[in-house]
């Protein structure tokens, strides 16, 4: 253990990480041979919580955030939950209860008054949305670009073009289709 001159921690090691002490305070915690970790641990509640690298895991390197019990991990913000991954692996958003459907995985994004939205952007102006709402379910294309349904890849079945226009398996077009109230 060392603290050094501009009041950093390092443990297992003698450098610290960020250069300027003057700017941040730092823990520094050297692994040896396949890594470095934390494990905060609640005996009472049977929880732990580890932050740590491995460099032998089976990928290959990795920085590892591992509940290692079965238990969800919760990030707060404000002291309030703003998601949640639970131990199946479903993450929610906005939710303390993600969804589950048996056999897969899921992603929930809750809001109380207007659902929730998946945004596909290009660091430009083009952007496409996928919003769930209470009354209805958006495929939403911010910019003159059309919504295209493939099926096998990249083998196209119909697109909306960006005029409105209904194109059907890449060779027929379909124009002006009125739907009720």
């Known amino acids: 253990l060392k603290i050094d001159t501009d009041g950093r921690v ?3 090691g003698n450098s610290a990480v960020i250069a300027s002490g003057d700017e941040f305070n730092e823990i520094v915690l050297t692994g040896k041979t396949r890594g470095a970790g934390i ?5 009472d509640a049977n929880t732990r919580f580890q932050i740590r690298t491995d460099d032998a895991g089976s990928d290959g390197p990795q920085t590892l ?6 238990h969800p991990i919760v990030i707060r913000t404000n002291n309030t939950e703003v998601v949640r991954i639970t131990n199946a692996g479903n993450i929610g958003i906005g ?5 589950t459907l048996s056999g897969y995985v899921g992603l929930t994004l809750n809001h109380i008054t207007n659902g929730g939205f998946v945004q596909f952007a290009d660091n ?11 009354n209805a379910l958006e495929l939403n294309t911010q910019t003159s670009i059309p919504i295209l349904f493939k099926t096998g890849g990249d083998d196209e079945k119909f697109r909306i073009a960006s005029d409105g226009d209904l194109v059907i398996s890449g060779n027929s077009s379909v124009k002006n289709i009125e739907y009720g109230d």
């Open 10 to 12: 390092l443990i297992g």
């Open 65 to 70: 955030l591992n509940a290692s019990t079965n």
């Open 95 to 99: 939710t303390t209860n993600p969804h």
């Open 124 to 134: 430009g102006t083009n952007t496409s949305r996928v919003v769930g709402g209470p």
């Open 39 to 43: 494990t905060l641990q609640d005996v």
